[in-house]
């Protein structure tokens, strides 16, 4: 079992910049392929971004390509989301997830709870 806790998350106006930090604990945390999806009132939740075991590949949606980063720090045992010039689209509750065996499945083993991002125009 692992479980994740997000944090970062608030209201903030367009153009401007939050960094989302999610931290691990029950597992050994470098077994986990880490990943960020959101879901917006009303939406189906999505991919957003994801990152491997060592943090030596990425991938992100085309929605958030060249505004969002994700890494990792195997040692604090946590994953963040760097996300700058923020649209009010990019309002959504942010999931932080896990999973052993694979970067970029739709079906992460582990969720976190959330964390609410507001993007005011």
């Known amino acids: 079992q692992v479980q994740l806790v997000e944090s970062g998350g608030g209201l903030v106006q367009a153009g401007g910049s939050l960094r989302l930090s999610c931290t691990a604990s029950?597992?050994?945390?470098?077994?986990?392929?880490m990943g960020w999806f959101r879901q917006a009132l009303g939406k189906e939740r999505e991919f957003v971004a994801a990152?491997?075991?060592?943090?030596?590949?990425?991938y992100y949606a085309d929605s958030v390509k060249g505004r969002f980063t994700v890494s990792r720090d195997n040692a604090k045992n946590t994953v963040y989301l760097e996300m700058t010039n923020l649209k009010p689209e990019d309002t959504a509750v942010y999931y932080c997830?896990?999973?052993?065996?694979?970067?970029?499945?739709?079906?992460?083993?582990?969720w976190g709870q959330g964390t609410q991002v507001t993007v005011s125009s």
């Open positions: 997830t896990a999973d052993p065996t694979s970067v970029r499945t739709v079906a992460p083993r582990y």
């Open positions: 029950g597992r050994t945390f470098r077994n986990y392929a």
């Open positions: 990152i491997s075991w060592t943090g030596g590949s990425t």
